[in-house]
Protein backbone atom coordinates (compact mmCIF):
# COMPACT_ATOMS: atom_id res chain seq x y z
CA UNK A 1 0.00 0.00 0.00
CA UNK A 2 1.73 3.26 -1.30
CA UNK A 3 1.57 6.08 1.34
CA UNK A 4 3.84 8.39 3.50
CA UNK A 5 4.71 6.86 7.24
CA UNK A 6 5.28 9.59 9.85
CA UNK A 7 6.85 7.30 12.70
CA UNK A 8 6.28 7.80 16.02
CA UNK A 9 2.75 8.99 16.08
CA UNK A 10 3.50 10.41 19.50
CA UNK A 11 6.75 11.45 20.78
CA UNK A 12 7.91 13.34 23.92
CA UNK A 13 11.14 15.21 24.63
CA UNK A 14 12.48 16.55 27.86
CA UNK A 15 14.15 20.05 27.72
CA UNK A 16 17.63 20.58 26.21
CA UNK A 17 17.36 17.13 23.94
CA UNK A 18 17.31 17.12 20.32
CA UNK A 19 14.63 14.31 18.76
CA UNK A 20 14.34 13.41 15.19
CA UNK A 21 10.99 12.17 13.29
CA UNK A 22 11.03 9.93 10.81
CA UNK A 23 9.12 10.22 7.46
CA UNK A 24 8.81 7.86 4.75
CA UNK A 25 7.22 7.29 1.48
CA UNK A 26 6.65 4.79 -1.15
CA UNK A 27 5.52 6.62 -4.07
CA UNK A 28 8.82 7.68 -5.68
CA UNK A 29 8.40 10.97 -5.51
CA UNK A 30 11.13 13.46 -5.98
CA UNK A 31 9.85 16.29 -3.76
CA UNK A 32 9.12 16.16 0.27
CA UNK A 33 8.44 18.50 2.94
CA UNK A 34 7.93 19.10 6.60
CA UNK A 35 4.86 21.60 8.29
CA UNK A 36 4.54 22.25 11.71
CA UNK A 37 0.95 22.96 12.78
CA UNK A 38 -0.11 24.54 16.05
CA UNK A 39 -3.78 24.80 17.28
CA UNK A 40 -5.81 27.43 15.54
CA UNK A 41 -3.03 27.80 12.95
CA UNK A 42 -2.10 26.45 9.50
CA UNK A 43 0.71 24.31 7.88
CA UNK A 44 4.03 26.24 8.15
CA UNK A 45 6.39 25.17 6.05
CA UNK A 46 9.85 24.58 8.00
CA UNK A 47 12.00 22.65 5.21
CA UNK A 48 10.96 21.21 1.86
CA UNK A 49 13.68 19.06 -0.92
CA UNK A 50 13.38 18.70 -3.74
CA UNK A 51 15.43 16.24 -4.91
CA UNK A 52 18.10 14.16 -3.20
CA UNK A 53 20.98 15.55 -1.42
CA UNK A 54 18.99 18.75 -2.03
CA UNK A 55 17.01 21.26 0.81
CA UNK A 56 15.31 24.46 1.35
CA UNK A 57 15.02 26.31 4.36
CA UNK A 58 11.24 27.40 4.57
CA UNK A 59 9.63 29.80 6.75
CA UNK A 60 10.33 28.88 10.26
CA UNK A 61 13.71 26.75 9.58
CA UNK A 62 15.00 27.66 12.82
CA UNK A 63 15.89 25.15 15.45
CA UNK A 64 14.98 22.68 13.24
CA UNK A 65 17.80 20.30 10.98
CA UNK A 66 17.17 18.01 7.93
CA UNK A 67 18.79 15.33 5.51
CA UNK A 68 17.51 13.94 2.66
CA UNK A 69 20.21 10.93 1.55
CA UNK A 70 17.44 8.97 0.12
CA UNK A 71 14.72 9.40 -2.02
CA UNK A 72 12.51 8.13 0.02
CA UNK A 73 13.55 9.23 3.26
CA UNK A 74 13.21 12.90 4.77
CA UNK A 75 13.89 12.81 8.18
CA UNK A 76 13.38 16.12 10.95
CA UNK A 77 16.08 16.82 13.96
CA UNK A 78 13.99 19.24 16.16
CA UNK A 79 17.01 20.91 18.04
CA UNK A 80 17.42 22.45 21.53
CA UNK A 81 17.69 25.58 19.38
CA UNK A 82 14.03 25.46 18.73
CA UNK A 83 12.20 26.96 21.88
CA UNK A 84 8.70 25.84 21.71
CA UNK A 85 8.67 22.61 20.00
CA UNK A 86 5.35 20.87 20.86
CA UNK A 87 3.59 21.29 17.88
CA UNK A 88 1.91 18.55 15.70
CA UNK A 89 4.59 17.96 12.54
CA UNK A 90 3.33 16.95 9.24
CA UNK A 91 5.19 15.17 6.56
CA UNK A 92 4.37 15.25 2.91
CA UNK A 93 5.46 14.27 -1.00
CA UNK A 94 4.91 15.57 -4.19
CA UNK A 95 6.06 13.78 -7.52
CA UNK A 96 7.96 16.71 -8.29
CA UNK A 97 8.51 20.59 -6.63
CA UNK A 98 6.94 21.94 -9.55
CA UNK A 99 3.80 24.28 -8.96
CA UNK A 100 0.77 22.09 -10.21
CA UNK A 101 2.30 18.89 -8.22
CA UNK A 102 -0.16 18.41 -5.30
CA UNK A 103 1.17 17.28 -2.04
CA UNK A 104 0.37 13.85 -0.32
CA UNK A 105 0.34 13.90 3.74
CA UNK A 106 1.38 11.44 6.56
CA UNK A 107 -0.79 11.20 9.57
CA UNK A 108 1.64 13.40 11.46
CA UNK A 109 3.88 13.01 14.52
CA UNK A 110 2.56 15.14 17.54
CA UNK A 111 5.92 16.37 20.16
CA UNK A 112 5.58 17.51 23.53
CA UNK A 113 7.75 18.67 26.04
CA UNK A 114 8.18 16.51 29.54
CA UNK B 1 6.56 37.09 0.25
CA UNK B 2 3.56 34.61 -0.68
CA UNK B 3 0.69 34.48 1.46
CA UNK B 4 -2.69 32.64 1.86
CA UNK B 5 -5.44 34.01 3.43
CA UNK B 6 -8.61 32.41 4.58
CA UNK B 7 -10.54 35.18 6.42
CA UNK B 8 -13.03 32.55 8.38
CA UNK B 9 -11.97 29.98 10.74
CA UNK B 10 -15.41 28.59 11.05
CA UNK B 11 -18.35 28.68 8.74
CA UNK B 12 -21.21 27.11 9.34
CA UNK B 13 -24.46 26.38 7.09
CA UNK B 14 -28.04 24.54 6.63
CA UNK B 15 -27.59 21.11 4.21
CA UNK B 16 -28.92 21.98 0.78
CA UNK B 17 -28.00 25.51 1.17
CA UNK B 18 -25.13 27.26 -1.00
CA UNK B 19 -21.47 27.45 0.58
CA UNK B 20 -18.46 29.32 0.03
CA UNK B 21 -14.90 29.21 1.82
CA UNK B 22 -13.06 32.31 0.91
CA UNK B 23 -9.21 32.31 -0.36
CA UNK B 24 -6.99 35.49 -0.96
CA UNK B 25 -3.55 35.07 -1.71
CA UNK B 26 -0.77 37.25 -2.66
CA UNK B 27 1.90 36.22 -4.65
CA UNK B 28 4.32 37.86 -7.19
CA UNK B 29 3.62 35.95 -10.33
CA UNK B 30 1.39 33.23 -11.21
CA UNK B 31 0.30 30.95 -8.50
CA UNK B 32 -0.97 27.46 -8.59
CA UNK B 33 -3.34 27.40 -6.34
CA UNK B 34 -5.16 24.24 -4.45
CA UNK B 35 -7.79 23.18 -2.26
CA UNK B 36 -6.97 20.53 0.76
CA UNK B 37 -9.08 18.97 2.92
CA UNK B 38 -9.10 16.98 6.40
CA UNK B 39 -12.41 14.92 7.28
CA UNK B 40 -12.27 13.44 10.54
CA UNK B 41 -9.49 11.30 11.69
CA UNK B 42 -8.36 11.09 8.10
CA UNK B 43 -4.98 12.65 6.13
CA UNK B 44 -5.18 16.00 5.08
CA UNK B 45 -5.81 15.38 1.40
CA UNK B 46 -6.04 17.07 -2.14
CA UNK B 47 -9.33 18.07 -2.81
CA UNK B 48 -8.89 19.96 -5.96
CA UNK B 49 -6.53 22.14 -8.01
CA UNK B 50 -6.44 25.61 -9.87
CA UNK B 51 -4.68 23.77 -13.20
CA UNK B 52 -7.10 21.17 -13.42
CA UNK B 53 -10.19 23.12 -13.83
CA UNK B 54 -12.37 20.22 -12.50
CA UNK B 55 -15.44 19.67 -10.57
CA UNK B 56 -14.59 17.37 -7.17
CA UNK B 57 -17.42 16.43 -5.06
CA UNK B 58 -19.87 19.09 -6.28
CA UNK B 59 -17.05 21.95 -5.01
CA UNK B 60 -15.59 24.44 -7.86
CA UNK B 61 -12.95 27.11 -7.48
CA UNK B 62 -12.27 29.50 -9.88
CA UNK B 63 -8.91 31.79 -9.82
CA UNK B 64 -9.72 35.51 -9.96
CA UNK B 65 -6.14 37.16 -10.90
CA UNK B 66 -7.83 40.34 -10.83
CA UNK B 67 -9.11 39.91 -6.87
CA UNK B 68 -6.46 37.68 -5.80
CA UNK B 69 -9.12 34.92 -4.76
CA UNK B 70 -9.66 31.05 -5.05
CA UNK B 71 -12.98 30.84 -3.43
CA UNK B 72 -14.11 27.23 -2.66
CA UNK B 73 -17.97 27.15 -3.89
CA UNK B 74 -20.56 24.12 -3.61
CA UNK B 75 -24.16 25.03 -4.59
CA UNK B 76 -25.70 22.45 -2.31
CA UNK B 77 -23.69 21.74 0.90
CA UNK B 78 -24.23 17.66 2.47
CA UNK B 79 -23.40 16.82 5.65
CA UNK B 80 -20.51 14.55 4.49
CA UNK B 81 -18.84 18.14 3.09
CA UNK B 82 -18.24 18.55 7.04
CA UNK B 83 -14.37 19.08 7.33
CA UNK B 84 -11.33 21.64 7.85
CA UNK B 85 -10.53 23.06 4.45
CA UNK B 86 -7.23 24.78 3.48
CA UNK B 87 -5.92 26.96 0.11
CA UNK B 88 -2.69 26.61 -0.30
CA UNK B 89 -0.15 28.34 -2.60
CA UNK B 90 3.03 26.89 -4.67
CA UNK B 91 5.55 28.96 -5.96
CA UNK B 92 5.83 28.46 -9.88
CA UNK B 93 8.57 30.73 -11.11
CA UNK B 94 9.35 32.64 -7.91
CA UNK B 95 10.10 30.44 -5.36
CA UNK B 96 9.57 27.38 -7.20
CA UNK B 97 8.36 24.49 -4.86
CA UNK B 98 7.75 26.55 -2.08
CA UNK B 99 4.21 26.06 -0.60
CA UNK B 100 1.80 28.39 1.69
CA UNK B 101 -1.11 26.92 3.14
CA UNK B 102 -3.58 29.18 4.79
CA UNK B 103 -5.07 28.62 8.65
CA UNK B 104 -8.05 26.99 7.40
CA UNK B 105 -12.05 27.22 7.52
CA UNK B 106 -13.89 24.75 9.46
CA UNK B 107 -17.02 24.02 7.42
CA UNK B 108 -19.91 22.61 9.41
CA UNK B 109 -23.26 21.55 7.76
CA UNK B 110 -25.48 20.85 10.21
CA UNK B 111 -28.87 18.70 9.05
Known amino acids: DGGITQSPKYLFRKEGQNVTLSCEQNLNHDAMYWYRQDPGQGLRLIYYSQIVNDFQKGDIAEGYSVSREKKESFPLTVTSAQKNPTAFYLC?????????????FGDGTRLSIL | AQRVTQPEKLLSVFKGAPVELKCNYSYSGSPELFWYVQYSRQRLQLLLR??SRESIKGFTADLNKGETSFHLKKPFAQEEDSAMYYC?????????????FGDGTTLTVKP
Open chain 1, 92 to 104: ASSIGAGGFQPQH
Open chain 2, 88 to 100: ALKGFCTNAGKST
Open chain 2, 50 to 51: HI
